[in-house]
C-alpha cells in the first residue's frame, strides 16, 4: 500500500468512513475500466458508503429488539394454519400501522404461530430501520417489578417502554398477573396509546382477559378501550403447528380446530 493510500485510509477511519475506506480502491479501478465519470465514481462510492451504514444501523437495531430468533412472513406455513387470514398478515407486513401509532393483537390456541406473526413483523420492522423490542409478558412483568423495587421504574418506562416505536409482548394471559403487575402492565399500554405501536399476542379471547388481569374487570375494560381504539385483531384459527408430525404418526388425537 502506498503512502498516500494509507492516508486515505486513515482519513477514512478518522471521519467514521469504513466502507469508503475498504472500498473506494476497487471502485476506483471499476470506474477506470468503464471509463466512468468522476460523479459517476463518487456516487458509488457515497452509496456505498450509505449502504454500509444502514447495514450496520439494522444489526444494532436487530441486536437491541432481542427477538429470541428471525422469523419470517414467508416462511409462516398458511396451508397448514389454515385460519390465518393471509390478505390481513400480509398488508399488516407493510408497516403501515407502525407509523400510525396502530396497535396489532394476535389470538388464538396455542401453537398457531401467533409468536412466529409478532417475531415476523419485528424482524421486517427493524429492517426497516424502526427501533423494536420484543419481550414476553412474563419478562416483561419480571423486568418492571424489579425496576420498581429499585426505584428506578421512571427511567425503565422512558428505555424500554416508550424507546421503542414499535412494542411487542409475547404470550399474555399464559400465566396470570397478580394486582400490582396488572396495574404495571395497565400502564405499559396506557403510555404507548397513541404514542407508539404494540403487537400483543394471547391465548386468551377478549372476554377471558380479566382472568389474566388480576380478576379486575374495571382495569381490564380501561385497558382493552386503549389497546383495541387504534387496533387490528388478526384471530387465527387451527391446530398446533408444533403437534403435527405427532398427529400424522397418530400418537396423539387432533383437537377440534375451534377448541
Known sequence: MSLQQQRIVALCEELKLPAVGAEWSALAQRAADHQSSFADFLTSLLETEQAARAERIRQTLLKLATLPT????E???FGF????????????????????????VLLGPSGVGKSHLAMALGYRAVMAGIKTRFLTAADLMIQLAAAKAQGRLKGYFNRAV????????DELGYL????????LFFNVVAKRYERGSMILTSNLPFTQWATALADDQTLTAALLDRLLHHAHIVQIAGES????????AGSIKAVAKNQ
Do not use: H, M
Open 70 to 73: 428471525v422469523k419470517t412472513i
Open 75 to 77: 416462511a409462516y406455513d
Open 81 to 104: 394454519a389454515t385460519g390465518a387470514p393471509k390478505q390481513q398478515i400480509q398488508e399488516l407486513a407493510c408497516l403501515s400501522f407502525i407509523e400510525r401509532a396502530e396497535n396489532l
Open 162 to 169: 416508550l424507546g421503542p416505536k414499535l412494542l411487542i409482548v
Open 176 to 183: 396470570p398477573f397478580g394486582r400490582d403487575e396488572a396495574n
Open 241 to 248: 403447528y408444533r403437534l403435527k408430525d405427532k398427529r400424522k
